[in-house]
């Protein structure tokens, strides 16, 4: 970007109010942790932070604090901490996307409730260090003058909005902001259901469906509009959130999906294919990026997510509920099948045997290959823990038994190898032996990984061919 254009950024930027800023920033920080948009999100984080160097308050420079009290628009946005949905991740019902906060935060400043949030702004400014209470009610204050404005912009006697509702954002800022004028205009209704609920709910059995149905009891929430939010709740304490369906299952005391539809509930059925299917998207993400950190416990929980679907559940296959569940098994079996068909190949790579002469002078085998070649045996191994449910049991089990034997194979060769090999290609050698040990620890156990290092030490201590002349 051009100093012109930098400069310009730089103008803009610093036009915004404090606290836009403030929220600004943060939502890039975000971006860095997530790795998205870094070139840019970088860039304007630069030109943030000399905006903020440069307008820093002095001590005595009472009106420029941005507050004692904390920031106004982290106050304001309190209640919808567990419903924020980061940028890149499809929202459900019961979801808000952060990024729709800052434009909002912009429009009460600007044309939704601009006196009263300049007045709150002044107010926490003045709060005594400390003084929690008088921080809390105001708080609650600006979080109902908030409601109010939204609901005064988007309700059914606001008659043409469209202009005034593009000068809060884009569509998709449009689509959160009634949901947030919910949540706020509900918030100590769900104050009372966080209270009641149980902290952590490990099993979900009848016990805990019934302690939970009798914690939602709580008309406010009732409502289509809060219903998801407060199932959302609900399954951030569960230690399996697919099990949101017993309680749409135990309302319409039937598992017929027709009749659980029926009911109010039934949206959790909705909820919990809709998280599957962001489940199965990250997976394969991963799978693609070859990030395999969090794979066993992601495809335990969309192995677990899509068994429970299909039996505590009466799906039909025409059904929309039943189409999407055959489509997230679908996409997930072709992910892992597409990865799964990829290993044997990346393991003949290192452990492949070419004749000394194809062998460079000082030719290496790269550690890091080495580590994502096992990185995948370890995902082999796991993909047959969940294979049947997940459709891949004939190619993980072919996959397994593949890897097996060409790594039995190899590495028996590997230390007749190290015996005869020639001292110009020993190292190279050795390495392809350190490599399939590794291989065999995962394939067949330490044991068997013991006895082949044995093996090969052997072989590096016994009789050797000499050199051959000219070498």
Partial sequence: MSQTSIERLRDYLAQ????????????????????????????????????????????DDEEDVPGRGGDPARLLYQPLEPFLVDAGIPIRAGQIRRSSLLPIWQWLERDGASAEVREFQDALRRVPDGDGSQIEAMGRKIQGIAADAIFQLTGPGSGDRSKALARVGPPNVIEDLHSIGAVLQVREPLEILNERLPRFLRAFGEA?????????????????????????MVIQRMTAPWQIIR??????????EIRVAATPFGVAVTIALHDLSNLGSMLRTDIKRARFDN??????????????????????????????????????????????DSVPGRVRRI???????????????????????????????????????????????RTYSDLQQYVE?????????????????????????????RFCELLFGDDYASLMSRAAENAMTGERKPARAGK
Avoid at 308 to 315: S, V, W
């Fill in 16 to 59: 915004l109010p404090p606290q836009a800023q403030a929220l600004l920033m943060r939502e890039f920080e975000r971006a860095l942790e997530r790795g998205q948009d870094t070139a840019v999100a970088t860039l304007v984080l630069d030109q943030l932070r000399k905006i903020a160097r440069n307008t820093e308050p002095e001590e």
């Fill in 208 to 232: 805990q469906v019934a302690a939970v149905t009798a914690a939602l009891n709580i008309p406010e929430l009732q409502t289509p509009q809060m219903l998801p939010f407060a199932l959302t």
């Fill in 247 to 256: 309680l749409a299952i135990k309302m319409a005391a039937s598992d017929d």
């Fill in 295 to 340: 794979f066993a416990e992601h495809l335990k929980a969309l192995h677990d997510g899509v068994r429970g679907l299909r039996t505590e559940l009466d799906l039909r296959n025409d059904s929309a509920w039943g189409k999407q569940l055959t489509s997230i098994r679908a996409d997930i079996s072709n992910a892992l099948q597409s990865e799964l």
């Fill in 351 to 397: 452990l492949r045997q070419r004749p000394e002469k194809d062998i460079p002078l000082g030719a290496r085998i790269d550690g890091t290959e080495v580590e994502e070649a096992a990185a995948l045996i370890n995902f082999v191994a796991i993909c047959r823990n969940y294979a049947s449910e997940l459709a891949i049991n004939e190619v993980t089990l």
């Fill in 409 to 437: 194979r190899s590495t028996e060769s590997l230390v007749q190898s190290l015996r005869a090999a020639d001292r110009r290609v020993l190292a190279y050698r050795q390495q392809q032996m350190s490599a399939a040990i």
